[in-house]
């Protein structure tokens, strides 16, 4: 009830940012160098389109939390049979540990880069974070979205002046936002952008944050609310969207245009970027791949606590959920480092996106259910077209999957 528009939106300014994290978690950094490095700008109209996907159904997540007060978990849960619930749930937490798993790696190569730590010590240390989080949860939603939000401005300050600094051909970046005609080998990064960019636990998680906002229950007041969540998603969004485009674009003005297009890992562009942006490029790198890592993990976090809760019913210490998601996700990383080595500790990564990829449909489908039930969602259900475009995409991303996983059969 602020008097303001500008203090309204401030009231419910937050949950989205929390959300736009794993936007741009290491995740997101490994798609976008291997894109930008392996194919210059040609990528970029997957980001956007990636985001615009992104907005559509981060919005619906919103909307559905808002009018129901119920969560995209407890909305299943009090909709579908027990079988197809724990079968949903079961996909829910692979796509948390694949997450978790990003943010293990992307955290120890930051450590490994900064500090020049080994990355066995680097998971190891990942676990630490669990304190970090016991800290925030005890302060408050509120003070936990400022911190995440200045981390969040850590990591969209380094790439600005890492962009600064390489001086893209403005021209040619354009055209990297027409669509273009992919072979096999881009068709597999641009499903992991994808799948790094519309990932399927934020969709969990937005449903629940917007409820932290206190609003009048009158049609007016929940209009009001989806109005201002939009906003809010928007911005938070588009902000993403500009952090990941600036990494293509720093990975293909730097590497793919020197000829250098090898570079499809994070610590081969943090080695090389002194030689084409000075000694300030790689701190900056890696204090923003830390950031991010750090950030992605609260939220993934707070994510797997909100499925655990809503389809099973059950909530057990955050602590707890934290080191027992945190455990799933060190194990792979530490046999892939201990048997394959260092080197494969990307291609893990991007995997790791691709996975999540193929767990949105089972994320997107249920939500789309949801919001166009007019039984639950009266008058605030979404109208036709926002129904065929929501489809579309859910068909568009379902399709993409099947087609990569054909592809990559096929190449065992």
């Given at each position: 009830n602020k008097k303001s528009v500008f203090r309204k939106i401030l009231a419910f300014f937050g949950p989205a940012y929390l959300i736009s994290v794993g936007y741009m978690d290491p995740g997101n950094w490994?798609?976008?160098?291997?894109?930008?490095?392996?194919?210059?700008?040609?990528?970029?109209?997957?980001?956007?389109?990636?985001?615009?996907?992104?907005?559509?159904?981060?919005?619906?997540?919103?909307?559905?939390?808002?009018?129901?007060?119920?969560?995209?978990?407890?909305?299943?849960?009090?909709?579908?049979?027990?079988?197809?619930?724990?079968?949903?749930?079961?996909?829910?937490?692979?796509?948390?540990?694949?997450?978790?798993?990003?943010?293990?790696?992307?955290?120890?190569?930051?450590?490994?880069?900064?500090?020049?730590?080994?990355?066995?010590?680097?998971?190891?240390?990942?676990?630490?974070?669990?304190?970090?989080?016991?800290?925030?949860?005890?302060?408050?939603?509120?003070?936990?979205?400022?911190?995440?939000?200045?981390?969040?401005?850590?990591?969209?300050?380094?790439?600005?002046?890492?962009?600064?600094?390489?001086?893209?051909?403005?021209?040619?970046?354009?055209?990297?936002?027409?669509?273009?005609?992919?072979?096999?080998?881009?068709?597999?990064?641009?499903?992991?952008?994808?799948?790094?960019?519309?990932?399927?636990?934020?969709?969990?998680?937005?449903?629940?944050?917007?409820?932290?906002?206190?609003?009048?229950?009158?049609?007016?007041?929940?209009?009001?609310?989806?109005?201002?969540?939009?906003?809010?998603?928007?911005?938070?969004?588009?902000?993403?969207?500009?952090?990941?485009?600036?990494?293509?674009?720093?990975?293909?003005?730097?590497?793919?245009?020197?000829?250098?297009?090898?570079?499809?890992?994070?610590?081969?562009?943090h080695r090389l970027l002194p030689q084409f942006l000075g000694n300030a490029a790689p701190i900056l790198f890696a204090v923003a791949l830390i950031a991010s890592g750090q950030s992605s993990t609260i939220t993934g976090t707070l994510a797997g606590q909100i499925i655990m809760e809503g389809y099973l019913n059950l909530r057990i210490n955050p602590i707890l959920r934290r080191l027992i998601t945190r455990l799933v996700a060190i194990i792979p990383a530490l046999l892939v480092i201990i048997i394959y080595g260092e080197k494969n500790v990307d291609a893990l990564l991007i995997l790791s996106q691709v996975i999540l990829s193929l767990q949105l449909g089972f994320a997107i489908i249920p939500l789309i259910h949801f919001v166009s039930n007019k039984k639950t969602m009266g008058k605030f259900a979404i109208n036709t077209l926002q129904k065929i475009t929501a489809w579309l995409i859910a068909s568009v991303l379902v399709f993409l999957n099947l087609k990569m996983l054909v592809n990559e059969t096929g190449n065992i």
């Amino acid at each position: 009830n602020k008097k303001s528009v500008f203090r309204k939106i401030l009231a419910f300014f937050g949950p989205a940012y929390l959300i736009s994290v794993g936007y741009m978690d290491p995740g997101n950094w490994a798609t976008d160098i291997a894109g930008g490095s392996q194919f210059g700008y040609a990528l970029l109209w997957v980001l956007l389109m990636s985001n615009i996907m992104a907005l559509l159904l981060q919005s619906l997540s919103a909307r559905l939390g808002i009018v129901t007060q119920r969560d995209l978990a407890q909305a299943s849960r009090e909709t579908y049979s027990p079988f197809i619930n724990y079968i949903l749930y079961f996909l829910a937490e692979i796509a948390i540990a694949a997450c978790d798993l990003a943010e293990v790696l992307g955290m120890a190569i930051g450590l490994n880069l900064l500090f020049d730590i080994s990355l066995i010590e680097g998971v190891m240390i990942t676990v630490l974070d669990t304190f970090l989080l016991l800290f925030l949860i005890n302060k408050g939603i509120r003070k936990m979205e400022a911190f995440i939000i200045t981390l969040v401005g850590v990591i969209g300050i380094s790439f600005l002046i890492e962009i600064f600094l390489a001086k893209p051909d403005m021209a040619e970046l354009v055209t990297g936002f027409i669509p273009t005609a992919m072979n096999d080998e881009a068709l597999y990064i641009a499903i992991g952008i994808i799948g790094a960019t519309v990932m399927p636990h934020n969709l969990y998680l937005h449903s629940a944050l917007v409820q932290t906002r206190k609003i009048d229950r009158t049609e007016a007041g929940i209009k009001q609310a989806i109005k201002f969540n939009r906003i809010d998603t928007t911005i938070a969004l588009n902000l993403a969207f500009l952090v990941n485009a600036a990494i293509l674009v720093v990975a293909a003005t730097v590497f793919f245009k020197t000829g250098n297009s090898d570079v499809a890992e994070i610590k081969d562009a943090h080695r090389l970027l002194p030689q084409f942006l000075g000694n300030a490029a790689p701190i900056l790198f890696a204090v923003a791949l830390i950031a991010s890592g750090q950030s992605s993990t609260i939220t993934g976090t707070l994510a797997g606590q909100i499925i655990m809760e809503g389809y099973l019913n059950l909530r057990i210490n955050p602590i707890l959920r934290r080191l027992i998601t945190r455990l799933v996700a060190i194990i792979p990383a530490l046999l892939v480092i201990i048997i394959y080595g260092e080197k494969n500790v990307d291609a893990l990564l991007i995997l790791s996106q691709v996975i999540l990829s193929l767990q949105l449909g089972f994320a997107i489908i249920p939500l789309i259910h949801f919001v166009s039930n007019k039984k639950t969602m009266g008058k605030f259900a979404i109208n036709t077209l926002q129904k065929i475009t929501a489809w579309l995409i859910a068909s568009v991303l379902v399709f993409l999957n099947l087609k990569m996983l054909v592809n990559e059969t096929g190449n065992i």
